[in-house]
């Protein structure tokens, strides 16, 4: 099941324009602003435009000075699989030196006949060449 992830993880990743956050793929709705960190940002409920396991219906917060995500979570469009039944994903970037990159990716999927599974990765902490607010 595992193996079967992450071929699918790599399945997304060539089609990434098919899958990316813009307005060809969803409809944006603002939903709030929220100061709970050193940078105010937005948060947008996002609904995909069709039902594709690659697309998420969900949230994501977008950094208001610089307009960078900052975080997305929500549940897929499509089931991505028959055994899984419910699936919440949460990832979380931030600038890693020059680069604005994932660092926290967090799955929990109710897989049929076997209960709740938790996929965690890329789970950078903070550090002296890591800040979460851009310079």
């Known amino acids: 099941m595992v193996r079967e992830l992450l071929d699918r993880e790599t399945e997304s990743a060539k089609k990434r324009h098919g899958s990316e956050i813009s307005r060809a793929n969803y409809d944006f709705v603002f939903l709030r602003q929220e100061n709970l960190g050193v940078v105010p940002e937005y948060v947008l409920g996002i609904v995909p435009k069709r039902k594709d396991k ?54 929990i999927a109710t897989v049929r006949f076997f209960g709740q599974y938790t996929l965690a990765g890329l789970d950078i902490r903070p550090s002296e060449s890591l800040s979460t607010a851009p310079k």
Do not use: C
């Open 54 to 107: 690659y697309l998420l219906r969900g949230q994501v917060w977008v950094d208001a000075s610089t307009f960078r995500i900052r975080r997305i979570e929500g549940v897929p469009a499509k089931s991505p699989s028959f055994w899984i039944k419910n699936v919440h994903i949460t990832v979380q970037f931030a600038q890693l030196g020059s680069m604005w990159v994932p660092v926290s990716f967090d799955a």
